[in-house]
């Protein structure tokens, strides 16, 4: 169901007002914008909001990631999520829709993309127009307005990005069904002093932490969920290993052969992640994970509730 963005109860959609709170629903271009009254209000939300427009807006007037890159790696993240054929799925931050393209096709029962940047959003509401089964909507990732809703839940590239991870790794616990698989990308060992504007990064917000595959076990954990598989993936020539590095002919053996395989700039990132990770060190990491356990606050503690004390 889907809450009140602003009291988080729940409410008659089709109303487009909450009738507990008086939160109502705005609409851009047929585009729901399910953000809360106080983030509306806000002047930090207004400032993250203004970076990932433009953000958005920058990527969609030339790709800042290389495309190759991008269209392999959505292809590997479609693979993590199996067993979606009739299942209500829902990709938190779709960009410019990398993943959304397989996802369609599918099966799904429906699917939901959220994103705060309206170009993306606007540019894949024209692409799947006439489509009934997949919607776009705004909301802000830490603050998902929905409860028990979706079958899975897919985020790459937002657990780096937003403010606090809590408040996302709450709403997307909340989000989804008991038994629901959460499919989230992150860098893994980065370092983020490249997104200072010392290094002439444009944007005030980037990402804001890093990831190892124990920071990540915990957090995960800790609001219900139960890591199931952990995917490397992110593979680029620059970054071989080490050990091939001090082989000069082995290493120029192995460049060779790759280069002529993989004949473009990145387009090796679609190597089998296997021989990608002997080979090149992953630039991300993707935990499968299934909610076994609805998450709340109680009694100065996170509790991980029983299925017959599921409450909102
Ligand atoms: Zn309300």
């Known amino acids: 169901m889907i809450l009140c963005p602003d009291c988080r109860d729940t409410f008659e959609f089709s109303l487009g007002y909450c009738d507990k709170c008086h939160w109502t629903l705005d609409s851009d271009d047929g585009i729901n914008v399910l953000l809360s009254n106080s983030d509306k209000k806000s002047a930090m939300f207004s400032s ?3 970076n990932y427009d433009r953000i958005g807006n920058d990527d969609l007037a030339e790709r800042i990631q290389p495309e190759i890159y991008l269209k392999n790696q959505a292809k590997k ?8 054929k009739d299942k209500d799925v829902c990709e938190v931050g779709v ?4 993943l959304v393209q397989h996802l369609a096709t599918a099966g799904c029962r ?9 170009s993306y959003l606007e540019r894949l509401k024209k692409r799947y127009q006439g489509k009934d ?14 409860y028990n809703q979706f079958d899975t839940i897919v985020a790459s590239d937002v657990l780096e990005h937003v403010l ?16 629901g698989k959460f499919v989230v990308r992150v860098p893994l060992n980065e370092d983020i002093n490249v997104y200072s504007k010392f290094c002439d990064c444009q944007y005030d917000y980037v990402h804001l932490r890093n990831f190892n595959k124990q920071t990540l076990n915990t957090l995960l954990k800790s609001v219900g969920f139960k890591i199931q598989k952990i995917n490397y993936d992110g593979y680029l020539l620059y970054n071989t290993r080490e050990y091939l590095k001090k082989y ?12 002529s395989y993989y004949k473009k700039d990145c387009s090796e990132s679609a190597i089998n992640n296997t021989i990608g990770r002997l080979l090149m060190k992953p630039f991300e990491m993707i935990a499968v994970c299934v909610k076994e356990k609805e998450a ?3 009694d100065g503690a996170i509790r991980l509730l029983d299925k017959n004390e599921a409450t909102l």
Request: charge should be neutral; proline fraction near 1%; aromatic fraction near 16%.
């Open 48 to 50: 993250y909001k203004d």
């Open 77 to 84: 993240l479609f693979s993590y999520c199996d067993n979606i």
């Open 95 to 98: 960009g410019s829709g990398g």
């Open 110 to 118: 429906s699917v939901l993309g959220i994103d705060i940047c309206m």
């Open 133 to 146: 089964n997949i919607e776009f909507t705004m909301a802000n990732a830490e603050n998902l307005p929905f």
């Open 164 to 179: 606090n991870v809590g408040n996302f790794l709450f709403g997307v616990n909340h989000a989804l069904r008991t038994g």
């Open 248 to 259: 000069d002919k082995i290493y120029t053996y192995y460049e060779k052969k790759l280069r």
């Open 296 to 298: 709340c606050w109680k």
